[in-house]
């Protein structure tokens, strides 16, 4: 398996997806962890539901667009009760994270688990575990 964690520092999606499938041995597969969904300060209302399918995310396209077959594990549930969790810890650590001069950590992973839970409020929100193969 190749593993991709992030998406987050991927400037040009069917560059990588190009150069990761390149790099797969024979019947090798690709796994990628990817998160999709609405952002929070945009408007929910006009969220393009569709591209939620996992064919329809960018991802899904990027992959499909290269000839890859690609199936999907769902890890939305799971990722929004993490979630939840994050948001728990957070409040109960903020002090220590202040004390330790790592506010802007504190800040920056709360942001992100209140975002996550907003978008999961909204039903707007996906996580996706990707496993995909050049196709036979």
Known sequence: YGLVGSEMCI?????TVGELAAALKPAGRMAIYYTYGWEPGTDAETFPVETLAP???????TLEARGLAFHTQDMTSAECRLAGVRRAALEELEAAFEADGLRFVWE???????????GCALRLFRRYLYLATEKM
């Not at 920056?108 to 907003?118: F, K, L, S, V, W």
């Open 11 to 15: 400037r040009d999606r069917a560059r």
């Open 55 to 61: 064919g329809r995310t960018p991802l899904g396209e």
């Open 108 to 118: 920056n992973r709360m942001g992100e688990a209140q975002g996550i839970a907003q």
